[in-house]
């Protein structure tokens, strides 16, 4: 559109610019960091369409992704001892299915119970040998 045909060129120097009362547009300015309204009457828009709007983009905190998952034999009695209520003889646990990477040797265990792990401190591994059990494991010594 030219310049000339546009509204503006022709409210220049009628001091409201067609929009009533001084005050009705001073002081709105506008909102660089946000799009207008959506504080007051946009605001059921944000809800619908765009509800990460509001949220601050702050950096993450780094996870060390080498975290490994483990579990005492005060837990895995406790899980072999559910187990077992079924009416199964040989309890087999398989803790790799299980999303558990390490068994460590805190507590003691009485049920004797086979352990699929992929590793395995050496406390744990005597204590569920000294109950009766066994760990099928390929990673560890014999």
């Known amino acids: 559109m030219p310049h000339k045909l546009r509204k503006i060129r022709k409210l220049r120097g009628s001091r409201t610019c067609g929009y009533g009362r001084v005050g009705q547009h001073r ?3 506008s909102k660089g960091r946000r799009k207008a309204g959506r504080h007051k009457h946009g605001w059921s828009y944000v809800l619908r369409y765009e509800p990460d709007y509001f949220k601050k983009k702050k950096l993450k905190p780094l996870r060390d992704k ?9 837990e895995l009695e406790e899980l072999a001892y559910q187990i077992a209520q079924g009416g199964k003889e040989k309890v087999v646990l398989d803790l790799d299915s299980m999303g558990y990477d390490k068994l460590l040797g805190s507590g003691r265990i009485t049920i004797p119970v086979s352990v699929k792990v992929s590793a395995c401190s050496e406390a744990a591994q005597k204590k569920i040998e000294a109950a009766g059990g066994e760990i099928l494991s390929e990673n560890l010594k014999e």
């Open 27 to 29: 002081g709105s300015g």
């Open 66 to 74: 080498s975290e490994i998952k483990t579990i005492n034999l005060d």
